[in-house]
């Protein structure tokens, strides 16, 4: 290697991260790979942490800029001998789109020839020439795209440790998508800012430094097709190749898209075949104010059923017409995708898609009155068209203080024969359908014949999807119940289907929501069971929707719900990052998020952390009549007042919390924190034996079935027994792993490394300052080190810490 070679630059000083397994794995495949990507996405740093895990290799670069130069060489190379005697890497950098033919017949007849313990490694921002495809057909090369070079979210916090950076690594993930270069320029420059004017991942983004960069050696390297698409993919939503060549007569643009996601530059959506832009280049300053373009753009985006994009279109087209017609068409859908929707607060008219627009939103911002006036503007009659008495339905349904049974009986009044009606949203925003838009506790908690003719109503009346919403409330209500054993088999059909990559996209993104909840629940229930392989279909599928709501309740509950004592970082990680980006605002698109931070941080012990989300989460709640989500908050309360010896607040709230499940019977719900629950509930039977007018007697022998027929003593008797079986569990768990960390002493390790003191764990944390010293002894006696640095160097090594 020559001195001017950017190959020798590379020291141990510098902090990597290694990217370079991919590689290791094409050239134990194939004698040659090709490294593809756009500027600064990693390809040359990567080989040269290769280069300096293999020092005995001997390296010859050859600078294609320099195209006659390196051909020279290479063909010297060719000629001699000597230079195969001991195995070596040739490294082609910058393969260029003008490379003459020749040039490329000499590289690839040298690949073609290379003896054996030689490799080749090819570098360069465009594809592949077509020269070489035979090469890549044949198994003598193999091609890596740029995006096994990208950062993860884990790799930039552990550049953002070593740098010292107060960026935030999900914000700069965020801004680039972890494209290598940018994410080190960015850290770079956050290192020069002054104390008093640092700024945050955004701003230094948009710096000169980065945007001059990317123009230079990015975007005006595109080709003038290349440009062509950019225009549009940085303002639309996505973009696909019928879009182009529908609207805008591209026909070539299969090719030009192809290229920019080689590049890096646009993303592709496999499963919906379309392109987004990349993160790192949704800030050009591109903007399209034409009217008609915009109304033309949301048009298609409607006729193909894209609804949430032809909104944003047709409001920038200022049409409001065409706007308003788009929102009317798709009311059912419009409430429940995440856009504001506010504008039809203002529309008047008593159109029933208007009328259900309003009730909902009402709805949402806790309006009882005007979800009342919506249903009287409708004026409602048994002869009226199907639609508007589907209207009624969904918006009583949503109505809080209307009983069920009550609703019940107006689905069947206001059916046809033969006729099924589709309610709009029965989840919500939560992530089981037994306490989602409202509570269905009351379809299960009832005698056996009179859920059969609940079961009978619902199924006659409502669609396919509304019967596998029920039976998905049926399974969680019956495990909430201790009744796993009388769920039906068509549940356990419905809940374990395999679906395909086809039917798994049609499956509604709510259903699947609550089948990855159930499946925790199971395997929390029945540890040797495995249903990893399913849990991971199903995050992987709901992670890819582009649904906001979906997207953070399934971080919740993955977080949450994940057999926590196998993932004690994650759930850290999650409550940690929530803390700062949640806020305790509730709202209809967060309660299920802060519902599940507070059983988070219950978890962890971190009781005055989960007091401050329930003094706002519980009135939220209580509105909306969500009862078991009411209940379990109303004892997590009681379990809080507990450990702060506050024993008769406690004793309430418990009293509260089971008036409020009432004829529910609960079982799961109170069995899950440990110690102090198990305290809480031998508080309320004490109190319960004292104060039963006719005294408290239990028949321990008697077989009722289950919970719902039992006596308040033998009920109360389950919930005790199940809350000790689980404390037992907890244990044997703790004691089958003490050799590692536990949850609190995984956090205290890692504000240890954050460079907090003693004193600053114990505000964190709110625990005393012997707690702490003890915690430290303990992690230390485990890691086997005997200080603060021994103990970081251990974690890290562990993977414990990053």
Same mark, same amino acid.
Request: some cysteine; proline content about 4%; overall charge negative.
């Given at each position: 290697m020559e001195k001017s070679s950017p190959y020798v630059t590379l020291t141990e000083e510098q902090f990597y991260i290694d990217k370079t397994a991919i590689l290791e794995r094409g050239m134990e495949e194939c004698p040659s790979i090709y490294i593809e990507g756009a500027a600064a996405s990693g390809k040359t740093t990567a080989v040269r942490l290769l280069l300096g895990k293999n020092?005995?290799?001997?390296?010859?670069?050859?600078?294609?800029k320099e195209e006659a130069e390196s051909i020279k060489k290479l063909d010297e190379m060719v000629k001699s001998r000597e230079e195969w005697t001991k195995p070596g890497w040739i490294i082609f950098e910058d393969m260029h789109s003008a490379l003459e033919e020749v040039t490329i017949k000499k590289i690839s007849d040298c690949i073609w020839n290379l003896p054996s313990g030689w490799h080749a490694i090819l570098i360069g921002r465009e594809r592949p020439h077509e020269g070489f495809l035979n090469l890549i057909w044949k198994r003598k090369m193999q091609i890596i795209s740029q995006e096994h070079l990208r950062f993860t979210e884990k790799d930039?916090?552990?550049?953002?440790?070593?740098?010292?950076?107060?960026l935030d690594p999900g914000e700069i993930y965020e801004q680039t998508g972890g494209w290598a270069g940018c994410v080190d320029m960015m850290l770079r420059l956050s290192q020069a800012d002054p104390p008093a004017a640092r700024r945050n991942a955004r701003e230094i983004k948009a710096s000169y430094e980065i945007t001059a960069y990317i123009k230079k050696y990015i975007l005006d390297t595109l080709s003038a097709e290349e440009n062509e698409i950019m225009r549009r993919a940085v303002i639309c939503p996505w973009i696909n190749e019928t879009m182009c060549r529908e609207i805008w007569q591209l026909p070539w643009a299969s090719d030009s898209l192809q290229d920019l996601c080689r590049k890096g530059l646009l993303e592709y959506d496999k499963e919906k075949e379309r392109?987004?832009?990349?993160?790192?280049?949704?800030d050009m300053h591109i903007s399209e104010t034409n009217p008609i373009f915009w109304k033309h753009v949301g048009n298609?985006?409607?006729?193909?059923?894209?609804?949430?994009?032809a909104l944003f279109c047709l409001k920038k087209s200022q049409n409001e017409e065409a706007y308003r017609a788009c929102m009317l068409q798709n009311y059912a859908k419009i409430p429940f995708l995440g856009i504001p929707y506010s504008e039809v607060m203002g529309w008047k008219g008593t159109d029933p898609r208007l009328c259900y627009l309003r009730g909902v939103y009402c709805y949402t911002r806790q309006k009882p009155d005007g979800i009342n006036l919506e249903i009287q503007n409708l004026n409602i009659s048994e002869k009226d068209a199907h639609e508007k008495r589907e209207i009624y339905l969904n918006l009583t349904f949503l109505k809080p203080d209307l009983d069920l049974d009550f609703w019940l009986g107006l689905l069947e009044q206001y059916s046809r024969e033969k006729e099924h009606f589709h309610l709009y949203n029965i989840l919500g925003n939560s992530h089981t359908y037994l306490c989602g838009v409202r509570d269905l506790s009351r379809l299960f908690a009832c005698t056996k014949r009179e859920?059969?003719?609940k079961a009978k109503i619902w199924k006659e009346h409502l669609g396919k999807d509304e019967w596998k919403c029920y039976q998905l409330a049926r399974i969680?209500?019956?495990?909430?119940?201790?009744? /796993?054993? &009388?769920?039906?088999?068509?549940?356990?059909?419905?809940?374990?289907?395999? !679906?395909?990559?086809?039917?798994? %996209?049609?499956?509604?993104?709510?259903?699947?929501?609550?089948?990855l909840y159930l499946l925790y629940k199971l395997q929390r229930l029945a540890p040797k069971e495995d249903y990893k392989e399913q849990i991971s279909s199903l995050e992987d599928s709901l992670m890819k929707e582009d649904?906001?709501?979906?997207? /953070?309740? &399934?971080?919740?509950?993955?977080?949450?719900?994940?057999?926590?004592?196998? !993932?004690?970082?994650?759930?850290? %990680?999650?409550?940690?990052?929530?803390?700062?980006t949640m806020g305790i605002s509730v709202k209809e698109d967060n309660y299920d998020q802060l519902f599940c931070q507070v059983k988070g941080y219950l978890h962890l012990n971190q009781y005055k952390r989960s007091e401050k989300i329930l003094r706002h989460l519980i009135p939220y709640l209580q509105f909306y009549r969500r009862n078991k989500y009411?209940?379990?908050?109303?004892?997590?309360?009681a379990v809080i007042f507990w450990d702060e010896g506050l024993h008769g607040q406690a004793l309430r709230k418990t009293i509260e919390s089971f008036m409020v499940s009432g004829e529910a019977r609960y079982v799961g719900l109170y069995t899950v924190y440990e110690k102090r629950g198990e305290e809480v509930l031998e508080a309320y039977i004490d109190w319960l034996s004292k104060n039963s007018p006719g005294g408290w007697h239990r028949k321990k022998k008697y077989n009722y079935g289950n919970v719902l027929r039992m006596p308040k003593e033998d009920y109360m008797e389950v919930v005790l027994r199940c809350a000790r079986r689980e404390a037992r569990i907890s244990r044997s768990a703790e004691e089958a792993t003490e050799e590692h960390l536990t949850m609190m002493e995984t956090i205290i390790l890692q504000d240890i490394n954050r460079g907090l003191t003693n004193a600053e764990i114990c505000e964190e944390l709110n625990l005393k300052l012997p707690t702490v010293k003890s915690h430290i002894y303990n992690l230390y006696k485990k890691l086997g080190v005997n200080s603060r640095v021994q103990a970081i160097l251990k974690g890290k090594e562990q993977g414990i810490l990053d």
């Open positions: 020092p005995d290799i001997k390296a010859y670069i050859l600078e294609m930039i916090r552990s550049l953002t440790n070593h740098f010292q950076s107060d392109w987004k832009i990349a993160p790192m280049f949704r298609w985006y409607h006729q193909s059923g894209n609804v949430e994009e859920e059969n003719r969680d209500y019956y495990l909430e119940t201790e009744r /796993k054993d &009388t769920i039906p088999m068509e549940d356990w059909e419905l809940l374990f289907a395999q !679906e395909d990559a086809e039917n798994s %996209r049609r499956s509604p993104w709510q259903q699947r929501l609550a089948k649904n906001q709501v979906c997207l /953070k309740n &399934t971080e919740a509950v993955s977080n949450l719900f994940a057999p926590v004592r196998n !993932e004690q970082e994650r759930l850290t %990680r999650w409550l940690l990052k929530s803390d700062k009411l209940a379990e908050l109303l004892f997590q309360q």
